[in-house]
């Protein structure tokens, strides 16, 4: 069982997130939505309410998809025995797949450094998926990732609740919109086949609030 984190703020984004996960992820696997704290602090709560066999988790931002069917086991394949951590790019908060043994006792929650997760990684062994400079158009702006044989793997909007706009706070954001986020995503997965569930055990969303009462 992989545990799959996904803090989130915005429930368009959410679903988008759920349903590409149902549509890719043929692992046994269990979804877990945290709301209502920061996002370090719902991780934190995430990760406190997983069992102690518990060996991996993914955590992943409400923006972000995944867009290969088996991407779970792809990722879990980089992870070599000196590994903690397999990241999407160079933070930890588009998407990262954790050794649960590493990091128990260390916090999501930034301090020293941005994004949440990345305090927690500084003195860990990582692997880090360089970021595509190609792809769908829908892509270009916000961030591809590709696998081994160079398919798309990973998709994130970036921005998140302000990917509606291409100006905030004093800095441009030429994304595509949060409106239309899932729709590509969704159009896309639909083009490879994918629009169906392809989970042999599906994920069951619990609330971060709730994490630590399932088994």
Known sequence: MIYIAIPTVTLRLENCA?????????????????????????LDAAFAGLPEDAE??????DDAAPLRLGWLSWLVS??????SAVTFGTNAVV?????????????????????????LL???????IPRAS??????????????DDGELVFGHLGGGTIGHTWY??????????????????????????????????????HDARMVGDHQ
């Open 168 to 205: 905030h706070q004093g800095r441009l954001y030429p994304r595509i919109p949060t409106w239309l986020w899932p729709v590509m995503v969704k159009r896309y997965l639909r083009r490879l086949g994918l629009g169906v569930p392809a989970s042999l055990v599906h994920g069951r969303p």
């Open 78 to 83: 980089m992870m070599g025995d000196d590994v």
């Open 95 to 119: 998407g990262a797949l954790y050794r649960v043994g590493d990091i128990r006792g260390r916090s999501f929650r930034p301090r020293l450094r941005m994004n949440p997760g990345d305090d």
């Open 18 to 42: 759920r349903w590409a996960i149902a549509r890719t992820t043929p692992e046994p696997h269990r979804v877990i939505v945290a709301r209502g704290r920061s996002h370090g602090e719902n």
């Open 134 to 147: 190609d792809g769908p158009w829908w892509l270009r702006n916000c961030e591809a990732y590709r696998d």
């Open 122 to 128: 500084w003195d860990l062994v990582r692997r880090v």
């Open 56 to 61: 991996f988790m993914f955590t992943m931002d």
